[in-house]
């Protein structure tokens, strides 16, 4: 083998999901990508992408196989078992001996299926919260001897299970298949035939990732009208290629948010429009986070909007939900807020169960308090990257609770973190409570 030119990362995009914990947490598998993989073949100068770095002028799907089969090597990331990423690997040891490497965060390592866990999958550290600076390090050291190790080696065993069990088989059945005179001829294949490449504006068309930097961009200078045509053309080029389907639902969320953050064509109007995006996807009833989110967000604004209780009721549902299958701060502190609220409505119309509402907003509000207090006590707390809004969640918490000197002592440690969009956040969370006369 010549010294490699290319690595391709077989690996899913933005934040996903994993329960090898048996709960829910989401792992940010672009900073895997540019945090761990990416410098290790950057020092090697060996070029290193996704599928999603490549123009989005063509099939990503043809573009993703065309990389699998052709590049010198592959690195495939198993930390949330995607379905595509494990797919993805299988075509790649179906089609080359070695030089494909597995690596996995290590809350899965002890969830990974049978027919890999008896080969090398090299294991990482990745929280909720990303991956500690102290873990990149020693990960991005280990795994470039590794790296190296094999490239100077050409000679290592085959890391292809195919390869390593079917070998003699696979060598009679090309050896067979070209005395027959119908072996394939890979490199004439139409998967490999030039991408044909639009010209947009003049320039060469651009990445699905850099189409969805662009979107991210517009969205947090809320150029809202701009991020709803970045994200619907990205929804699109997802629809269309097999490969990017898991984002769907992600894109999904960002179109929903982007609809009711436009207030267009007026504030009402748009967050009608994201309530029936979220019934079209079924928001309720599913078991995403950040579906749940926004439709517990949306239904408290419609709520504030309209003081219709209906409205109150599907938020706190929301709410409820993703706490229970995340057991997090941000819904559990929701909940405690439309909790307290409905206690609040109930008592004012004479219903006895207004207390049994109130006691459970207390449980929870507790149990959000230990949470936060909790994650302060962590190592590393000051370079998470939440901590403003684990402050704040732990101010309201006391506010709850009638505790205004820790309520104090707590807000004073957010403003220390100077994020102006927190601030105003929990300026305006604390007007809402005021209004509402819940303390």
């Not at 761990?36 to 100068?45: A, E, M, N, W």
């Not at 995607?82 to 002890?110: D, Y």
């Not at 060469?204 to 045509?229: D, I, T, V, W």
Request: a negative charge; charged letters at 30%; aromatic letters at 10%.
């Amino acid at each position: 083998m010549s010294y490699p030119k290319s690595c391709f990362v077989i690996i899913g995009y933005g934040r996903k999901p994993s329960y090898a914990t048996g709960s829910l947490r989401e792992l940010n598998l672009d900073e895997t990508f540019e945090d761990l993989i990416k410098p290790v073949f950057d020092d090697l100068k060996i070029d290193c992408y996704r599928a999603i770095d490549k123009n989005t002028s063509g099939s990503i799907d043809k573009l993703m196989l065309e990389e699998i089969l052709n590049a010198d090597l592959v690195v495939a990331d198993l930390s949330t078992l995607n379905a595509n990423v494990m797919w993805e690997l299988g075509v790649r040891h179906a089609l080359k001996p070695k030089h494909t490497f597995m690596i996995c965060e290590k809350e899965q390592m002890s969830r990974m299926p049978f027919d890999i866990n008896h080969f090398v999958v090299y294991k990482y550290t990745h929280t909720p919260d990303g991956i500690p600076g102290r873990e990149a390090k020693r990960f991005k050291e280990e795994f470039k001897e590794v790296v190296s190790r094999a490239i100077a080696d050409n000679s290592l065993d085959n890391d292809s299970p195919v390869y390593t069990f079917l070998g003699d088989v696979w060598k009679r059945s090309i050896t067979a298949a070209a005395d027959a005179g119908s072996l394939i001829d890979f490199k004439g294949m139409n998967i490999l035939s030039a991408t044909e490449i639009d010209l947009i504006d003049g320039r060469q068309p651009e990445s699905f990732s850099e189409l969805m930097n662009r979107a991210e961009l517009a969205k947090k200078s809320e150029n809202y009208e701009l991020a709803l045509q970045l994200f619907s053309k990205a929804k699109t080029i997802a629809e269309q290629n097999i490969t990017l389907r898991d984002n769907l639902q992600w894109i999904q969320a960002r179109l929903i948010l982007c609809t009711y953050k436009s207030k267009n064509p007026t504030e009402k109007e748009a967050y009608l429009k994201a309530q029936q995006m979220l019934e079209d996807v079924k928001a309720l009833h599913s078991n995403d986070i950040e579906l749940l989110g926004l439709n517990g967000a949306v239904q408290k604004r419609l709520f504030e909007l309209t003081s219709e209780e209906i409205y109150l009721q599907g938020g706190l549902t929301s709410y409820l939900k993703g706490y229970e299958l995340k057991h997090d701060y941000y819904n559990g502190i929701n909940a405690c807020f439309m909790l307290y609220l409905l206690a609040k409505l109930q008592k004012e119309q004479s219903n006895p169960e207004w207390e049994d509402t109130n006691d459970e907003a207390n449980s929870i509000r507790n149990k959000v308090l230990k949470i936060c207090i909790g994650l302060t006590e962590e190592k590393g707390f000051d370079t998470t990257k939440d901590k403003v809004w684990i402050y704040y969640t732990i101010a309201e918490a006391y506010l709850y609770k009638g505790m205004k000197d820790k309520q104090i002592e707590f807000e004073a440690l957010a403003l220390k973190c100077d994020d102006q969009s927190a601030n105003s956040s929990y300026s305006d969370q604390k007007k809402k409570i005021e209004h509402y006369e819940l303390v």
